[in-house]
């Protein structure tokens, strides 16, 4: 199979000038460009741009597939609506990482799979993703952890090493954290065995009254300098920022009880002893829908021999009817029906069903078309 590479690029926060096309347009003749987007794929050639270089200058996103099993995403974002110590705590080695560039912070989540990937011939495989990006610009580390989960299944991190703070909402994510979670072939029994430690997730729907008093409490030059910077600098990451601001002042009133931190050997052993468990439960499962069906299947056939008891002359009339049309659907009919009067020959044991059925074989014997279907029907 050719190799298959798929990159795209998306920026959110700004559209491109009509200059950054052109310097992006140098760099491929195919690609399909817009003020929002880079997409290309390659069967044969190879990408000519740097893309950890593009994301630095043009793009607030980024996602590369490849069909030798490598899935990247990068997001980007304003360093300040990150803090990186925090995301740095999370992702902090090759799987799940983070950079600062000119105020910006740029994660990176990167999984490999031996096995190989899938051949993507479609567009928009990051826009189920964006949503992420502002989920953490306004404070929800679920991305994060999911990155430091990678990184535990991974390998890259030791059995003693002890798991940062857990987010609330893990055992609830969104679709795009979901989305997130399978594109980074994330493991669901050991992101399940992680979410049992997260607390449920705070709602965070904005109630008028509670927004003035808040609001009301602020200084008066702390708010002079919030709408001053909203009208010069139209920075809409400072509305982002308020709203983290007044979810942590909130958070902080009414602060849930710490939860004890596990250590990676403890989640992954757990993780296994979970697998075995819901493999266990649902092979029991499996064979009491199989045995319930048998029982179905066999109430069925009895009904269905009850019907038809009586009339085996008839039938065998009609097999050698049927027979003789020398037609393939004609032989099946013919089969089914042998089968039924070789289970009512066992039922009445009159044990005249086989020696006819080795003269119907010999009568037969230049149609292998007919024998070969009674072969397979164990006739």
């Not at 399909?32 to 000519?48: L, M």
């Not at 999984?111 to 610009?137: M, Q």
């Not at 991305?143 to 857990?166: N, S």
């Not at 609330?168 to 430690?197: K, Q």
């Amino acid at each position: 199979m050719s190799e298959y590479q798929y990159y795209e690029f998306q920026a959110i926060d700004r559209p491109l000038t009509a200059e950054e096309m052109g310097e992006l347009r140098s760099f491929s003749t195919r690609a399909r460009i817009t003020p929002t987007s880079f997409v290309n794929d390659y069967a044969w050639g190879s990408f000519k741009g740097n893309a950890d270089a593009w994301m630095e200058k043009y793009f607030d996103a980024y996602l590369y597939l490849a069909n030798w099993g490598t899935h990247l995403l990068q997001l980007r974002l304003p360093a300040r609506l990150l803090d990186l110590a925090t995301a740095r705590e999370y992702c902090g080695g090759e799987s799940a990482s983070v950079r600062e560039k000119a105020g910006k912070a740029i994660l990176s989540f990167v999984s490999e799979d031996e096995e190989g990937g899938e051949w993507v011939e479609d567009e928009g495989r990051l826009s189920s993703l964006i949503a992420v990006r502002a989920e953490l610009a306004r404070g929800d580390l679920r991305a994060l952890y999911l990155g430091w989960l990678l990184r535990a299944q991974t390998g890259e991190l030791a059995d003693e090493d002890i798991e940062p703070p857990v987010p609330a909402g893990l055992g609830n994510l969104s679709a795009s954290l979901e989305g997130l979670a399978a594109f980074l072939r994330i493991d669901s029994d050991l992101l399940h065995v992680a979410a049992e430690a997260s607390a449920p997730q705070e709602d965070t729907t904005l109630k008028g009254e509670e927004v003035r008093v808040w609001v009301a409490g602020l200084s008066t030059k702390n708010k002079d300098d919030v709408l001053t910077r909203l009208i010069l600098e139209r920075d809409q990451a400072l509305v982002v920022e308020l709203f983290q601001r007044f979810l942590k002042e909130r958070a902080g009133r009414a602060a849930a009880e710490p939860v004890a931190r596990r250590r990676v050997g403890e989640l992954l052993r757990a993780a296994e002893a979970y697998t075995e468990e819901r493999q266990r439960i649902e092979a029991e499962r499996r064979a009491e829908e199989k045995a319930r069906g048998e029982r179905e299947a066999a109430i069925a056939r009895e009904k269905h021999l009850e019907e038809i008891a009586g009339r085996e002359p008839r039938l065998w009339a009609e097999v050698d009817t049927l027979i003789a049309t020398k037609q393939p659907q004609s032989y099946d009919r013919a089969v089914r029906l042998l089968v039924d009067l070789r289970d009512l020959d066992a039922r009445t044991k009159a044990y005249g069903f086989r020696p006819r059925l080795e003269a119907l074989r010999q009568a037969h014997a230049r149609k292998p078309t007919f024998i070969q279907r009674l072969t397979k029907a164990g006739l």
